[in-house]
């Protein structure tokens, strides 16, 4: 009996010593949080709630579980068969692990002396503290109802020199009443937009409306086009980061156009929206530009489940793709980019399954892919147009391509360098066509 009673006792204390520790929160869950977390979930960010402190985040422990183990949270969407990505968002099991046991066990607090070191987060931004913010000099008052056309404000830099951004961040003044911004670099002599003054909202669109009830007939974009790509912001989008060597390229004299499109939701309110930037500390060897992918030309029928359309686009030099960010609305169901080489030779490089218009992610390849003149980027979408779309605003009717968000959009943006030097007309167009386009570059 004697003998019994020592075996049993030892395999108890071999049971203790394998069983886990505790997992406390400043030892423990801090570190996942603001690793993959604190980015959204703090003051003044998208999230519902902050994660920075203990007596913040305990109360969301149970939530928390659940989110980790559905995968919900992070938000990361792209097929893991297909590419591999640099600021791809999933947990890794240990952290999920970790988690799951916070809450199972109590969620303890521990030992405040545990903590890592706190992350300095700079209030009101995500990149750090701005060298530059370019705003709008007025607030836009956004009616409590009705459609509203999009908003054009154009804020001279007054930049003398060329400068090069490596981090630009676009943030709404009042996310209820913002659905995007864009903000484009409109270089000197492009004619977009020349009849809008620096600081007015302007609306090419009402203009078109006036004038086609004068008779007269106007080009929204007056030849120039629009201008290349700085940043954005829709629900769920990062800022615009680029590498050390990379950067977006702003020439002397340029303005920034903000893109502003205003969603009413049932309260009047006013919104004051900004752009910061950081340059890069010197001057990059590559620059960033943003292409799409893009058809307007679909319709999608009444009541179609899984309505697909494509779009390509052959790039005319040579360039190397780091990043891809599918756009759709809410019929949004599916996004996959493909790659066609000049050999024939095609490779999926991103697929994503079930799309989320809440959650607009870029998708940062940790591999960029050398695109050789002649390659060709294919983009398949897939759009849920039934009463079983619980998003869908109303499965009864024909959906087209539109700028509001109960149209639809299909537009498959990407992100490519190139020599400092080359603009997205020598992607675009062959080398004599572009030479003759007097237009801006995207």
Known sequence: MRLIVSILGLASLAGAATAPPQVTFYKDVLPVLQKNCQTCHRPGEVAPMSFLTYDEARPWAKAMKTAVLTKKMPPWYADPHYGKFANDRTLSQSEIDTLISW??????????????????????????????????????????????????????????????????????????????????????????????KPGEPFSPRSQAKEAAREGQQKNERRGGGFGDFLAGYAPGTVPNIMKPGQAKLVKAGSDIVLQMHYTANGKAGSDISKVGIIFAKEKPAQRVLTLAAGNEGFEIPPGDSNYEVDSKITLQDDSTLISMLPHMHFRGKSFEYRVVYPTGEKETLLSVPHYDFNWQLEYDLAQPKVLPKGTTIECTAHYDNSPNNPYNPDPTKAVRFGEQTWEEMMLGFFDVTVPIDKTAMDLMRPKKAAAAQNGASF
């Open 103 to 196: 809450t199972d066990t109590g969620a303890k607090a521990g030992d405040p002396k545990d903590a890592p070191k706190q992350i300095d987060w700079v209030e009101g931004w995500r990149i750090g503290k701005p060298d530059v913010v370019l705003s709008m000099q007025a607030a836009f008052e956004v009616p409590a109802s009705g459609t509203i056309d999009y908003q054009y404000i154009v804020i001279p830099t007054g930049f003398t020199e060329d400068k090069y951004v490596q981090l630009a961040e676009a943030r709404p003044g009042d996310r209820t009443l913002v659905h995007h911004i864009i903000a484009f670099i409109r270089e000197p002599g492009n004619p977009w937009l020349r009849e809008a």
